[in-house]
């Protein structure tokens, strides 16, 4: 049902009887709702078919479905939500909303609203709920070819009569189906896993929102570490006793933790004793003995097109890196400088070569500035770090099931600072509130074996860069590795000390610390064969 531009429409049930020009003043109520309705005319105008689409679908939650189905126009939607009062002319906030979302931001100042004001107003006003927000936003992301490959996983679940399906109408049809709701979206992340890791990250963001788990800080330097388990996920940790017998890093009240309260908040469970090093001696260790060793990558990026600083000394630890990890036996290769969108196309060339197959495992390297759970591309748009790491799971590439596969992380976390506190070895650790809900290593690691996530920095803080020394955590790392390969230390004792020295560390003027933390799904131990070469440093000193 369309409608000519100079005519108005006519309804009976809601006060919506508009006439051609020249209406008699007898049947308007007013000329405020003359104008109202105007406006809806002029934004009916405007609005077109895959507007009304949208619109159509944001409201699912909000308006009677059946009769939702029968709306051709913008104009039946705005008669709809009028019949069940979500709008008239004191209150369009809801409509304002609705193009918000859809990003029509040029009609907003139609109804009296920008952009920014509709961003204030939307946590105490806003109706379109996050699980609607988030399937609009993923398909919003599906191309064509994406959706021609969901359709043809789906075939047993859609109707066998031969029809034309577009994003939207495909998940009205799984949450028709029963195999998607509010508190079920497992067919989503199926879905994302097998056609585009990419799209995985909008569903983790909506799960993680709705969960709003309070997640564990590692906030003392690990001498002897323990490990609590996090189903099949392990994050480091420290005994109390011995993590307070060097300096301690001290964090803002509102960001402090105390590490067991965060599990068992998160109700994951804990082993009756801890499980030290020491006890998984007896672990037996992934194959290091193929033909290639594997490939190592290192994204560097030190400029940024906006605001964002140049990462003075960082081609240094770029550089440290190769010569470490060439020196392991791996096949190093680096990349300077690339945006978000070269980063994830990257990572899906990457994940499609075949050459995996002969090598032991993965490493990848990723220096940049960050934010909580993200780096930053060239282009200062946030890259997901799960959604990196998902690119490497048995589904999407095969050729590295079941080998381990390393990142290291070199960003911030956030702007906070770390501060050094001196205590007393026999000290008791003080009470410390409730923690805000935070990013966590082990929410970036996909949840299956053989990963490995080694963070500069724990969530929410900053992470140091001496301008020409290089980073605190990567010239930690390369040094460790140098020192305990050589002895057959495997990767998780090589972390602790790295955890250990970067810990000790402060500025020079004695106020800003730093703790990295690992997170890892690692099935047994990670022990790099012994170079025949001695390590580069002492190759360099002459040795």
Not at 268 to 278: A, K, T
Request: glycine fraction near 4%.
């Amino acid at each position: 049902m369309e409608y000519p531009a100079g005519q108005f429409w006519v309804t009976c049930p809601v006060r919506l009887s508009l006439q051609a020009e020249g209406v008699g003043s007898r049947n308007m109520e007013d000329d405020a709702s003359l104008k109202f309705r105007q406006q809806l005319l002029l934004l009916h105008e405007n609005l077109v078919a895959e507007d009304v689409a949208a619109l159509k679908f944001l409201c699912t939650d909000l308006l009677p479905f059946k009769k939702l189905e029968n709306v051709k126009s913008a104009v039946d939607i705005f008669q709809l939500l009028m019949a069940e009062e979500y709008l008239n002319e004191e209150d369009t906030f809801l409509l304002a909303e609705l193009l918000y979302r859809i990003k029509c931001y040029s009609l907003l100042k139609k109804l009296g609203y920008t952009k920014e004001k509709v961003q204030e107003c939307l946590h105490e006003k806003g109706k379109v709920s996050p699980y609607r927000q988030m399937l609009y936003e993923l398909s919003e992301n599906i191309t064509g070819d994406m959706l021609k490959d969901i359709i043809f996983l789906l075939q047993n679940c859609l109707p066998r009569r031969q029809i034309t399906l577009s994003a939207l109408e495909l998940l009205i049809l799984l949450e028709k189906q029963g195999l998607l709701t509010e508190n079920n979206v497992q067919i989503l992340e199926d879905i994302c896993m097998n056609v585009s890791p990419d799209l995985l990250e909008t569903v983790s963001c909506y799960k993680r929102a709705k969960v709003s788990l309070p997640q564990q800080e590692n906030t003392l330097p690990i001498k002897e570490s323990s490990l609590f388990r996090t189903g099949d996920i392990r994050v480091f940790t420290s005994r109390q006793e011995t993590s307070i017998k060097s300096v301690g890093s001290n964090i803002d009240d509102n960001k402090a933790a105390n590490l067991t309260q965060g599990f068992s908040e998160m109700n994951l469970e804990l082993p009756g004793e801890f499980s030290n090093v020491e006890n998984e001696s007896k672990m037996t260790s992934y194959k290091m003995d193929g033909p290639h060793r594997g490939f190592c990558l290192v994204i560097n990026n030190v400029e940024f097109d906006g605001s964002l600083q140049e990462r003075k000394g960082s081609c240094k630890d770029a550089e440290e890196l190769e010569r470490v990890f060439t020196w392991l036996g791996l096949d190093v290769r680096t990349y300077k400088n690339l945006t978000s969108w070269e980063i994830k196309d990257l990572m899906r060339t990457w994940q499609h070569l075949q050459d995996h197959k002969d090598r032991d495992c993965f490493i990848c390297c990723i220096l940049s500035h960050g934010e909580s759970g993200a780096i930053y591309g060239k282009d200062e748009e946030l890259v997901s770090i799960r959604m990196i790491m998902s690119h490497f799971t048995a589904k999407q590439c095969p050729q590295l099931f079941e080998k381990p596969k390393l990142f290291f992380i070199q960003a911030c976390q956030g702007k906070e600072i770390q501060r050094p506190v001196y205590v007393e070895a026999d000290a008791q650790i003080p009470e410390l509130p409730t923690m805000q809900q935070s990013f966590s290593p082990s929410e970036s690691i996909p949840e299956e074996a053989d990963f490995l996530l080694g963070m500069a920095t724990i969530d929410g803080y900053a992470s140091f860069r001496h301008i020409q020394q290089g980073a605190w955590y990567i010239q930690s790392l390369c040094s460790k590795l140098q020192l305990l390969v050589p002895r057959g230390e495997d990767i998780l004792s090589i972390l602790t000390e790295v955890n250990e020295d970067v810990g000790r560390r402060v500025d020079r003027l004695g106020t800003k610390k730093q703790m990295p933390q690992p997170a890892y799904t690692l099935r047994r131990k990670f022990i790099f064969p012994v170079p025949r070469d001695p390590p580069p440093s002492q190759q360099h000193r002459g040795f």
